[in-house]
């Protein structure tokens, strides 16, 4: 005799649906646990110090805008992903969306570490312009400005030079940090 044919109302473990997608992919822990982890930590010091940068950035007045306008984009984007990210591994909502996590972590860090990069270097860009420009006062009480060597030119008081240069330094270690968790990624990804 043969063999009857599957009932997918029967043996639900026949139904198609249910097979065609891959179950979520994910080594790091969800809930609180996360924050014990390295990832987890560093992830926390994204946010925190990118948060740092942007604030830094835009109470500085933003003097050079061109420059500094994609410094204030990618703080606050990356801000916003990270914050949201840590949500869902907090919260433990990345076990019900079914993707592979490992390589989103790694692709957005990956994403993130070129943009802050690039961040990091216009901020310093930005910071280094206002010390290269020579401002000379001539004996008859006139202002001479030396053109830099370089094609920006910045005026900054003594103030927003200062928030430049910390806002640069914190840029920096984002950028960093951001960089450790790819290589993080990298790893669980990879296994």
């Not at 969800?30 to 982890?37: H, S």
């Not at 805008?65 to 990345?94: C, H, K, N």
Request: charged share 10%; hydrophobic share 55%.
């Amino acid at each position: 005799m043969s063999e009857p044919a599957a009932n997918p109302a029967v043996n639900p473990a026949v139904n198609p649906a249910a097979t065609s997608f891959p179950t979520a992919t994910i080594t790091l822990p969800l809930g609180p646990g996360v924050l014990r982890t390295y990832s987890g930590a560093l992830l926390c010091l994204e946010i925190l110090l990118g948060g740092l940068v942007w604030i830094l950035v835009a109470s500085s007045n933003v003097p050079v805008p061109l420059l500094q306008g994609w410094v204030m984009f990618v703080s606050v984007t990356t801000f916003v992903f990270s914050s949201a990210y840590l949500a869902l591994l907090i919260t433990g909502l990345a076990d019900r969306i079914n993707t592979d996590w490992n390589f989103l972590d790694l692709f957005y860090h990956f994403i993130a570490l070129l943009f802050y990069f690039a961040a990091f270097v216009l901020e310093a860009a930005t910071t280094a312009a206002s010390t290269a420009a020579v401002i000379k006062i001539l004996p008859n009480q006139t202002t001479c400005i030396l053109k830099p060597r370089g094609n920006i030119l910045a005026f900054l008081d003594g103030r927003q030079y200062s928030i430049n240069v910390v806002a640069t330094i914190f840029a920096f270690v984002v950028t960093l940090c951001y960089g450790c968790s790819m290589v993080m990624g990298f790893k669980r990804w990879r296994k």
